[in-house]
Nanobody, 121 residues
Framework: QVQLVESGGGLVQPGGSLRLSCGAS????????MGWYRQAPGKQRELVAA???????NYPDSVLGRFTISRDNTKNTVYLQMNSLQPDDTAVYYC???????????????WGQGTQVTVSS
């Protein structure tokens, strides 16, 4: 049974930083691409970072230069370092296991339960 468990969310002031973690079990972690998505109230879930099995990364323009995804295959864990956070970054953040096809990340349907990130003064 695949389990993805996120942690590290919370309340932070604008301009602050948070580091999210996601521990994986039940999958051969090192062969999967991994992604972080977020979903704000009333909005669609969007991909904010993805990493290939060998560490190449992709980001949308909205977080490029502020967010960094990384992975530790020895710990079956993927991280999301978020800097210069703004109120628009407020959302539930989800960890995801996926794959790349023709250079594009796509979910394989394995999701964590999500962790709330709130950016507010």
């Amino acid at each position: 049974q695949v389990q993805l468990v996120e942690s590290g969310g919370g309340l932070v002031q604008p301009g602050g930083s948070l580091r999210l973690s996601c521990g994986a079990s039940g999958i051969f972690f090192s062969i999967y691409a991994m992604g972080w998505y977020r979903q704000a109230p009333g909005k669609q879930r969007e991909l904010v970072a993805a990493i290939t099995s060998d560490g190449r990364t992709n980001y949308p323009d909205s977080v490029l230069g502020r967010f960094t995804i990384s992975r530790d295959n020895t710990k079956n864990t993927v991280y999301l370092q978020m800097n210069s956070l703004q109120p628009d970054d407020t959302a539930v953040y989800y960890c995801n296991a996926g794959q790349y096809y023709r250079g594009t990340y796509s979910s394989l349907g394995y999701w964590g339960q999500g962790t709330q990130v709130t950016v507010s003064s």
